[in-house]
């Protein structure tokens, strides 16, 4: 069974940091594209980073350009989503997903078929 589960999420003031983590249960996490995505509220979820399995490259949406850094750590079953200078509009809940097949690399939400229950960001003063 493919589980994905969030942790790391909270309150943080503008300019503060924090890490997501991502723990895949199920399946064989280095045979998949692993992705990111937010939901604020009144608004559409949107694709913030993901991570391809072949060869590591990443891919940003460009709010968080050079702000936030996805990784993953294989032996450890995990993606992590490291934030920093947060703003208060990223603001949302942030959920990790799965590639709906293996080693096939992309960022749209449609093609991405296994979901975590989400973590709350809150950036505010």
């Known amino acids: 069974q493919v589980q994905l589960v969030e942790s790391g999420g909270g309150v943080v003031q503008p300019g503060g940091s924090l890490r997501l983590s991502c723990v895949a249960s199920?399946?064989?996490?280095?045979?998949?594209?692993i992705g990111w995505f937010r939901q604020a509220p009144g608004k559409e979820r949107e694709g913030v980073s993901c991570i391809s399995n072949s060869d590591g490259s990443t891919y940003y949406e460009d709010a968080v350009k050079g702000r936030f850094t996805i990784s993953r750590d294989n032996a450890k079953n995990t993606v992590y989503l490291q934030m920093n200078n947060l703003r208060p509009e990223d603001t949302a809940v942030y959920y990790c997903?799965?590639?709906?097949?293996?080693?096939?690399?992309?960022?749209?939400?449609?093609?991405?078929?296994?979901w975590g229950q989400g973590t709350q960001v809150t950036v505010s003063s």
């Open positions: 997903a799965r590639a709906r097949y293996p080693n096939y690399v992309s960022f749209i939400e449609s093609d991405f078929s296994s």
């Open positions: 199920g399946f064989t996490l280095d045979s998949y594209n």
